[in-house]
C-alpha cells in the first residue's frame, strides 16, 4: 500500500536559495535512461560529504577523499537540514541489475541529477549507516496525492554498517535516477519530514505499486 502525504506536513526550507556547486563527473561510461516497469529499491549514497564548496569533483563514482567520519558526542537534529535537487546538471548514477532469477548481476550506469543535502546549524547531524541516505521519492499521482515510487532496501539482522554524519554547515553531495516514462508529473525526495524542492519528470503509473516484498525490488538495488 502507498502513503500520501500532505504538503503542510512537510518541511521545504531554503532549497530556492541554496546556489548548487557545480559537479564535474569523471565517469565516462555510458548513460542510460531508466524506464521502470515497477517502484525500485534505490541506494542513495553519499558521493561527497564535506565543507560547501563552489565545485565538486567525481571520478567514477568515487566519494571524495575529503571526508571523514565524525565521532561526537553532541549531535543536532535534522530538522534544519535543506534538499536540493538539482536538474540544470547531470551526474552519473550506477546501480546493479539482477538478472537469471537474482543469480547473475552486472553494473548499470544511468542518467541521474545532483542531490545536495545542506546544514544550517551548527551542529553536527547523524545522517545514517553504510553511506547510504535513507531519501525515497515521491510523486503526484493523478489525484494529486503525494505517493512514494521507491523502497526501502531491508535488513532483517545486524550489518555491522559504518554510521556518517553531516558536519555543520556542510554538505552530502548523492544522486537521483531521472526516470523516465509515460506520466509527467511533479517529483521531490524526502528525508523523514523534510521535503526537496519539486522539479517536473516522467515516470510509469506501475511504479506506484509499491510491494511489500522488497525481493521483488532488487533491479535497480545498489551493492554496499
Given at each position: ?30 548513460r542510460i535512461k ?80 545532483p542531490v545536495f ?106 551493492e554496499y
Amino acid at each position: 500500500m502507498c502513503v500520501a502525504f500532505q504538503k503542510s506536513d512537510s518541511l521545504n526550507r531554503g532549497s530556492d536559495i541554496f546556489r548548487s556547486p557545480i559537479v564535474i563527473d569523471r565517469s565516462y561510461s555510458k548513460r542510460i535512461k531508466i524506464n521502470c516497469t515497477e517502484a525500485q529499491i534505490i541506494n542513495y549514497k553519499a558521493l561527497y560529504i564535506g565543507k560547501y564548496t563552489d565545485t565538486i569533483r567525481l571520478v567514477d563514482g568515487v566519494k571524495n577523499p575529503d571526508h571523514r567520519r565524525l565521532q561526537l558526542t553532541h549531535f543536532g537534529t535534522y530538522s534544519a537540514l535543506i534538499i536540493k535537487v538539482d536538474t540544470s546538471q547531470l551526474i552519473t548514477g550506477k546501480n546493479i541489475e539482477y538478472f537469471n532469477n537474482g543469480n547473475d548481476k552486472r553494473e548499470i550506469f544511468y542518467e541521474a541529477y545532483p542531490v545536495f543535502l545542506y546544514n544550517t546549524q551548527g551542529d553536527t547531524v547523524y545522517m545514517g549507516s553504510g553511506m547510504v541516505l535513507p531519501l525515497r521519492m515521491e510523486a503526484l499521482d493523478i489525484e494529486n496525492n503525494w505517493r512514494f515510487i521507491e523502497q526501502y532496501r531491508m535488513y532483517y539482522c545486524g550489518t555491522g554498517l559504518p554510521k556518517f554524519y553531516l558536519p555543520d554547515n556542510g554538505i552530502i553531495l548523492t544522486s537521483a535516477p531521472k526516470y523516465t516514462g509515460e506520466f509527467k508529473t511533479k517529483l521531490r525526495l524526502r528525508y523523514k519530514e523534510i521535503v526537496s524542492n519539486e522539479f517536473y519528470g516522467s515516470i510509469n503509473l506501475k511504479q506506484f505499486d509499491i510491494e511489500a516484498d522488497s525481493v521483488r525490488l532488487k533491479r535497480f538495488g545498489n551493492e554496499y
